[in-house]
C-alpha cells in the first residue's frame, strides 16, 4: 500500500482495488505452507486489513456528515421557500411524467 498521511482519505475505487489486493494475498497465503515466513506475511496483511478498514470507516462517517448536511439544508431552504419548492417539485413531476409517456407511446 501507498505511505500517506493518516488523514488521506482513498476514494472508494481505490479502497475496491486495496481489499481486492488484499483477498489476493489472503488466497497467497492459505495457499503457502505454514511456517515463520507466513506467520510475517500473515501478521503484514493484518495490519493492512485493518489500514483498509479504518479508511474505509472514515470514508463511510464522512459520506454520513455530508449527507445529513445536505439534508439539513434542503430542510431549511423547503422550509423557508415552501411554495416555491412545491412549484420546482410540481414541475419536475409533470417534466418526469411527460418523459415517461413520451418513451411509452414509442
Not at 483498509?52 to 445536505?70: F, H, M, N, T
Not at 422550509?79 to 419548492?85: G, L, M, N, S, V
Amino acid at each position: 500500500m501507498k505511505t500517506r498521511p493518516e488523514s488521506a482519505i482513498d476514494s472508494p475505487e481505490e479502497l475496491v482495488a486495496n481489499l481486492r489486493a488484499l483477498l489476493s494475498e489472503a488466497e497467497k497465503l492459505v495457499g503457502e505452507s505454514a511456517g515463520e515466513y507466513a506467520s510475517d506475511r500473515l501478521s503484514a496483511l493484518q495490519e493492512r486489513l485493518q489500514a483498509a478498514q479504518e479508511r474505509v470507516q472514515e470514508l463511510y462517517g464522512v459520506a454520513r456528515d455530508k449527507i445529513a448536511s445536505g439534508a439539513r439544508q434542503t430542510d431549511k431552504t423547503i422550509r423557508a421557500h415552501p411554495y416555491e419548492a412545491l412549484a420546482i417539485a410540481l414541475g419536475i413531476g409533470v417534466l418526469l411524467g411527460a418523459l415517461i409517456r413520451r418513451s411509452n407511446s414509442h
